[in-house]
Every structure is written in structure tokens, then in C-alpha cells.
């Protein structure tokens, strides 16, 4: 069985169409595939061309009953995001970019950026999505948020504030899809291996003078019960999981992956 088989209770998304947002990198990137895997047709959005070429091969040469087609857009170009959205049937809100700095440090218009690609442009995506989805009476819009939409930590303000801001958008879009047959939730992961992490682990590494395999059980997973990250492909199965029958009562959630994180 490959990471992104269909499982048992995952439905047939054929004829469904997708869109996804950061799909060149980790979790995004393993959402497009899981998503192909059901059979949907999937719109992956990313600003890295290469990385989605990458991905479009992948697909391909798997041989998956849906198909990928990429789509380069920089989401910070609002009117190009919304646009991009029109037609689809799923939306998958996951582009993130983070930086780690105290606030009296952090450069305003890095946090501008970091809230436009992380709330503004899930909005303007909702707003383009939305009119097809009510106009069929069915839609799915899965947000990548985190345990930073639920908890804060020190000097990550930006992601804070955007993931803190996209559970409340989130939640809104639920209330007011429930009666067109959308419903709209959170993922919340705790650190997932993806190459946004994994730069994070070789960061506090140089910082703290320590190896890498200490900076994932002492500093990431400090907090964490289940001592080890999370896999891009565990995501993409809980999202999956939320564009199923059997989810159509799960709206206005968030769906913790933390390992107990937030059990404290
Ligand atoms: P990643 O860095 O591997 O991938 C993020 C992707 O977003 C990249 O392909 C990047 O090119 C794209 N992107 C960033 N800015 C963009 C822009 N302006 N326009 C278009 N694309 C842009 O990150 P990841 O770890 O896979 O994270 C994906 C999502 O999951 C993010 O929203 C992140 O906050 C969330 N998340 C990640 C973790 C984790 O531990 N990795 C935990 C919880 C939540």
C-alpha cells in the first residue's frame, strides 16, 4: 500500500475538482497526492514552478485514477487567488511561510506577508470558491491550521496571529456554507517532517549548539506526549477524511494532530 492509497470510508472523489495551496511543499504537497489518489482532479498552487513540475511527474508516473494539473501563482497577489478558485469543488487552504523573532524584532512587513498568504489569501480563495460550491450544494474547504491556531509560543507572533485568525474564518465559513452543503474545518498538526521543520531543526541546532535528534525531542516535541513528528501523509489522510460522506457533519472543527500537545 502507498502513503496515499485510498483507505477504506475515503471516498471516490472522481469528478470532484481540488485546489491546493502550497502544494509544492510538504503537507501540501501529500494533500494533492491523496487527493489524486481518490480521483479527484486537483489544482495545486504553489510559487515554486519547479517544485510543482516535480510533483505533476510524481503523479503522473504513479499512474493515479485523478490528475494534477500546476498552477504558479505567488498568493500575495489576492485578485489572482480569488480568481484561481472559481469552480472548484474542494478547497484546500495550506500555503505558510513562518519566521521566528521576537515581536520588538520583527520586520512589519514580513508580518504583513505572513498574514496576507496565511488569511487574507484563504479568504479571497473562500470568496472565489464559494458561489460553484453553494451553486451545487456541496463543497469542502479543509484550512491547514496548526496547534499555533489553538496556542501561542514566544517570538512566532506572525503565524500566531494568522493561524489564530484563519480558525475564526474558518469557523465562520462553516456557519454560513452548513445550508449549501459546504462545510469548512481545521487541521491542526503539531510539527510535521516537512522541509518548513526541518529548517527550523537545523536553525535551533546552530543556536543552541546541540544536535539535531536533541533540538526534536528537547525543544520541538518539549510538550508533545507521542515523542515523534508528525508525517505530511498522516495530514493529508485527516483531510481526505474531512471531503468524505461521513464527514458531512463535521463542520466548524478543529481537528487536533498534536500528540497530546494540547491535552495539557
Ligand atoms: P513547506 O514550507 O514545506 O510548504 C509550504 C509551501 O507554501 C511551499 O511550497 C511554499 O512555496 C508555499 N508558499 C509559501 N508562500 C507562498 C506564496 N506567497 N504563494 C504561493 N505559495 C507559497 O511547509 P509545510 O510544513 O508543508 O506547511 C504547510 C502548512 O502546514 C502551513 O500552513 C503550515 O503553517 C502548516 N503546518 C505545518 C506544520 C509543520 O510542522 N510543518 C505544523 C502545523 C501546521
Sequence with gaps: ??????????PDLGGRTALVTGAAGGIGRACVLRLAAAGAKVRAVD???EGLAALVERATDDGRPGTVEALTLDLTDLDAAEHAAAGTDILVNNAGLQLVRPIEDFPPEVFSTVLRVMLEAPFRLMRGALPHMYGQGWGRIVNISSVHGLRASPYKSAYVAAKHGLEGLSKTAALEGAAHGVTSNCVCPG?????LVERQIADQAAAHGI????????????????????????????AAYLCSPQASFVTGASL?????WTAH
Design 256 to 260: 487536533t494532530m498534536d500528540g497530546g
Design 211 to 238: 544536535d539535531p535528534e536533541r533540538v526534536v525531542g528537547e525543544i520541538l516535541l518539549a510538550d508533545t506526549a507521542v515523542k515523534r513528528l508528525v508525517e505530511p501523509e498522516e495530514v493529508a489522510e485527516m
Design 1 to 10: 500500500m502507498t502513503d496515499s492509497t485510498p483507505q477504506p470510508g475515503v
Design 191 to 195: 510539527y510535521v517532517r516537512t522541509p
Design 47 to 49: 510559487r515554486d514552478a
